[in-house]
Nanobody, 122 residues
Framework: QVHLVESGGGSVQAGGSLRLSCVAS????????MYWYRQAPGKGREFVAG???????SYDASVKGRFTISPDNNKSTLSLQMNYLKPEDSAMYYC????????????????WGQGTLVTVSS
């Protein structure tokens, strides 16, 4: 199974910036979509941004224009540049992969990292 490690979280004031990284390893023979999700205390896990199977970059409306997702050239690292941070962006941020490609890739479980904590103070 894909192994994911997130880093880059921290504490910043509102209006500040952080850059999160997700390093992926142990890829199988499938191709993978990669995503960032977040979960605030007492809330469910929600989609933030992702790279879809056709290469399209997708963002939740709450972060569009402030966050930028970017893979490295070999697609083993996915970064999330977060600018103009708001207190409501405070959450644990998780990286996720979903396999696609050959039909058997549908059976490959999604992989999640352990998360990195972002705290934005007002």
């Amino acid at each position: 199974q894909v192994h994911l490690v997130e880093s880059g979280g921290g504490s910043v004031q509102a209006g500040g910036s952080l850059r999160l990284s997700c390093v992926a390893s142990n890829f199988g023979a499938c191709e993978y979509e990669m995503y960032w999700y977040r979960q605030a205390p007492g809330k469910g896990r929600e989609f933030v941004a992702g790279i879809l199977s056709d290469g399209t970059l997708s963002y939740d409306a709450s972060v569009k224009g402030r966050f930028t997702i970017s893979p490295d050239n070999n697609k083993s690292t996915l970064s999330l540049q977060m600018n103009y941070l708001k207190p409501e962006d405070s959450a644990m941020y998780y990286c996720k992969t979903e396999a696609f490609g050959e039909s058997w890739c549908d059976e490959v479980p999604d992989a999640w990292g352990q998360g990195t904590l972002v705290t934005v103070s007002s």
